[in-house]
């Protein structure tokens, strides 16, 4: 069974509702996907001045509906999945077992491109070996719950929001895991966004892996299924609207007292509104695109994102050149990455194995 944050609501299994595909929200995970990439290759930074700088950080800002779509969309079909009637339990099981592999072969493989490049800035391969070990061993935790690649914390953090979702509920304590979700994220909050103003706390850990935030986002999606109909789609886009301006003004402001770049949250209260508005946008159009090229990726936006670092790493050193270049590098990587998701997806082994 796909990870069904990422994967296509298509491939779902072949005996439950689930199967049918919704191209809205094929559509809203490829724009989370290509959101992703803009994070990581900062396409406006190299822009100089105010205008410049205010680019950059929108398009940032812009970018962080995306996590929250996948948390959101993956609660939203665990819900529909377990209506079905079927066993819960071994799917369950299957979920995180299938989370864990990804999170343990992807780490390994990026591990191996962490001592390739180790390897070529120290000249030899056991200088090299030594600074990929000691880039993975200097903080435990923190490699435990990230792994070898900055993006693939959502795998251990989904597990969490999975896990304390589905405990809770088989606990018969269903009603209980929004509170407590809520107060994951405050935590959360405090400890993250808000950490360097008066309401912050250090927590000593970076709260954006773990449970603190995605708990929320899984058990939204959980209550989307659960309600009966949907939102209209102007209800939606205002809030996505309001949520991203909400979110930004939260950045600016933290910025404004603090001197802590927006870019650096990963969430903020906002996101919250900005995430869940677009999951209910996707709802609310759940035809939208049905033949375009973008819903058509839907199916590979789980290998895109997995693969997405590896394919920009050569490309670092250019980053930052100028915004053509800059753009043209964003761009690449995210056709290229889609190309090598596609390619993963038609051989059987990798399939299994990388996705």
Known sequence: MPTPALASNSQLGASNPVTKRMSGIEMGRVLAAFAVVTIHTHPFLVCEGGIGKMLNVLVNQAARFAVPYFFIMAGFFWARRAATGVSTDGAAVRYGARLLRLFLVWSALYFALSVIVSTLTAGNVPDGLAAAFKQLTTAP?????????????????????????????????????????????????AGGGYQSTALGVDLGLDTRNGPFFGTLFFVIGVKLYQREGTKRWQAAVFMLIVGFLVQTAESLFVYYMTKVSPSSHDYMLGT????????????????????????KLGEYTLGIYLVHLAILEPFKPLLDSNLALNWAITLGVFAVSALVARWFHRQPFLRRVLT
């Open 272 to 295: 919250v509104l900005f995430g869940w508005g677009a999951a209910e946008l996707a709802l609310a159009k759940p035809n939208a695109g049905t033949q375009s090229m973008i819903v």
């Open 141 to 189: 935790l923190k490699s435990a719950l990230e792994g070898a690649a900055i993006h693939l914390w959502f795998f251990p953090a989904l597990g969490c929001a999975f896990a304390i979702t589905a405990l809770m509920t088989r606990a018969g304590l269903a009603r209980w895991t929004l509170p407590v979700a809520v107060v994951l994220f405050v935590i959360g909050l």
